[in-house]
């Protein structure tokens, strides 16, 4: 399919394990993002990534681990989830250019810990 | 990154314009001006940017004051597929290098009347 994609769409794990999230896109945009969304904080960027092999933190990285080998690919790991990575997450991806900064937003997944 | 405000909600009746104001009287000679929306249970999707001068597109139109302290997004004529939460972002690129990130603040809720 093309666009991007999010897996899965709901998740729920228990606190302490690891969890990984998964973003694929096919506009093999160089630029690719991890938001998670909660209410009262809006949309926050946790990671980013300019192209493979080249990742960097955002607003709220800890706890997180990304990696990116392909260019469409960008998964998001929990490496111990705790309650309070119970949120929605969003992927998104966009070539960033002068003008335009266009990104493309997945569907989302819904992480709940418990 | 300039501040921008929006009134936190807004009603509107369908097949009626909607103007969606943003102030933003910090905004920087090249900050460009990007509306985002997000419907229900959705990610963000790209509305709309502009710099200077008034934009149109399929989706909506943008006005843009000409001392760009405030803008307005406009929805010629809003249907019930436009209730969502509208984000008004700046963006320059000549700060943050090519982070590309988007800062989202709360948006303007926009409820559609039947």
């Known amino acids: 399919d093309a666009g991007i994609t999010q897996s899965p769409r709901y998740k729920i794990t228990e606190t302490g394990r690891q969890v990984t999230l998964m973003c694929h896109q096919t506009?093999?945009?160089?630029?690719m993002f991890w938001y998670r969304q909660d209410l009262g904080h809006g949309l926050r960027l946790i990671y980013y990534s300019a192209a493979a092999d080249i990742t960097d933190k955002g607003e709220v990285p800890d706890g997180y681990v990304v990696s990116r080998s392909k260019t469409e690919n960008f998964p998001l790991t929990l490496e111990s989830a705790t309650r309070s990575q119970t949120s929605v997450y969003f992927c998104?991806?966009?070539?960033?250019?002068?003008?335009?900064?266009?990104?493309?937003f997945g569907p989302g997944t819904r992480l709940t810990v418990t | 990154d300039a501040k921008t405000t929006q009134p936190n909600s807004m009603e509107s009746n369908e097949e009626e314009p909607v103007h969606l104001p943003c102030n933003h009287s910090?905004?920087?000679?090249?900050?460009?001006i990007h509306w985002y929306r997000q419907l229900p249970s959705q990610g963000p999707e790209y509305v709309i940017h502009g710099l200077t001068s008034n934009v149109n597109n399929r989706m909506a139109s943008l006005a843009i004051a000409e001392d760009r302290k405030s803008s307005t997004l406009i929805l010629h004529r809003a249907t019930l597929r436009d209730a969502a939460v509208y984000y008004c972002?700046?963006?320059?690129?000549?700060?943050?290098?090519?982070?590309?990130?988007?800062?989202f603040g709360k948006g303007t809720k926009l409820s559609v009347k039947p």
């Open positions: 998104a991806s966009g070539e960033i250019q002068w003008s335009s900064y266009e990104q493309y």
């Open positions: 910090t905004i920087s000679g090249t900050d460009y």
């Open positions: 972002i700046l963006r320059d690129p000549l700060n943050g290098g090519s982070q590309g990130n988007l800062i």
């Open positions: 506009w093999s945009h160089s630029y």
